[in-house]
């Protein structure tokens, strides 16, 4: 079975929530995550995908304001706690 990765591939800046600003965003893993991957979501440096959209797949996640998106567009969840 195939592991998923993240989809930042090599060294990449993370942006900046485009709903609310904050820098408190992480990458979104799709799929089994690997070694790494769950090492990551242990440390909170990354996400697991909660759905896949039509439109595409997620991105990256904002941990204050909930919104997840990737490129131009972006989709809103519930705030986290």
Known sequence: MAEA????KGPRRTPPCPACGSRSVVPIIHGL????????LEKGDA?????EE???LTEWYCKQ??????GAWRRFKKAPG
């Open 65 to 70: 304001c909930g919104c997840d998106w990737s």
């Open 47 to 51: 996400m697991v995908a909660d759905r």
């Open 33 to 40: 995550p690997s070694g790494a991957d769950r090492e990551a």
């Open 5 to 8: 990765r993240m989809k930042t």
């Open 54 to 56: 039509w439109e595409g």
